[in-house]
């Protein structure tokens, strides 16, 4: 079941930025007090107690603006509004209730979906609370007071807004059935590719880069075992974007991606890996899924005995942050090697799955140890007590040292090494939590 989404939405320069950075908990979007300086929206994992949600950061909305940029703005979050499950609706309590912020909420309210009123640069509640009354007038409930820059209200506010997440469907809770998401640039066949795996033409497929605008879920049955696979929206580089619609792609593939088992990215063969194809991995990555790289149009590459071997090497050295990720050449058209496809995604999820015994992941800790002396720091040396595995999907291995500030990336990277080279978890990242433990237990 995916993630709730949150879109944060209202006029320029009330806060959005500042508040999305502090419940995101590190500054991911640019804060300015120019108005219009948060162009494009930006998307985040938020946790609150035992609930998930991923929240989106939109640029300003200045209603009736003829500003060709704020009017881009007002457009990218009137897609926010339809992509996102519940909206925060921003308001200022320093500048007041003003007239755009009722034709704003007149928008909101056309949409359908649960609004919540918050109130912004409220820094002290005593203070500032006469003033938030002020916004009952919208006709939108009771507006919740917090402020973004000093962190207060945003335990009431997320109280508010979990409220109104969808139930999760049981249906959804009991289906088995492995989820493949099919992610990439637009035009790269994904499409395509799906329609070949059905044999038949059941989603559109078209030149026109950004055809498929939202994810749609297929059945497809192969030797007897039904899979059910994700068609995403294309993303492709700011550059190149054109029509505002596109923009919101990356959030309907980041909800593709955390309903997924396993997650295919799709290349273009003939224009070969680039740095796009590296940051819709990313979020697969982020995300721990099984990951499987598929190079398609492979029957439109002139080739010789070293173009296979070119294109893995490229591959691996854009993708180097998952050197673990499977690598198939295909062509949709053809049907080239398409079927082999299923072989892969079934040992991703084999390993995805897998699971190590203590005794056996502490032998593989202790040859480590013997043939890579752990790192020290003035004089205190890094020693490892313990390993355990304490997860699956993704395979994630709990690490008890006497200190974790010894404990470099570098290490922890040759120790996964180690791990791979046993056991082998292809298509799967691996995730290490590193705990302290007295030295006396």
Known sequence: ?????????????????????????????????????????????????????????????????????????????EIAIATADVILFLVDVRQGLVDADTKVADMLRRSGKPIVLTVNKVDSFEKFMPDVYEFYNLGLGDPIPVSGASMLGFGDLCEELVKHFPESAAGDEEDTRPRIAVVGKPNVGKSSLINRLLGENRVIVSDIAGTTRDAIDTAVTYSGKEYIFIDTAGLRRKSKIKEDLERYSIIRTVSAVERADVVVVVIDAAEGVTEQDAKIAGIAHDAGKGIIVAVNKWDSVEKDDKTIYRQQEKIREVLSFMPYADILFISAVTGQRVNKLFDSIEKVIENQNKRIGTGVLNEILMEATAMHQPPSDKGRRLKLFYITQAAVKPPTFVIFVNDKELMHYSYTRYLENKIREAFGFEGTSLKFIIRERNEEK
């Open 1 to 77: 079941m995916r993630k709730p989404i949150v879109a944060i939405v209202g006029r320029p320069n009330v806060g959005k930025s500042t508040l999305f950075n502090a419940l995101a908990g590190e500054r991911i979007s640019i804060v300015k007090d120019t108005p219009g300086v948060t162009r494009d929206r930006i998307y985040a994992d938020v946790t609150w107690l035992d609930r998930s949600f991923t929240m989106i950061d939109t640029g300003g909305i200045e209603p009736e603006s003829k500003d060709m940029m704020l009017r881009h703005m007002r457009e990218q979050a």
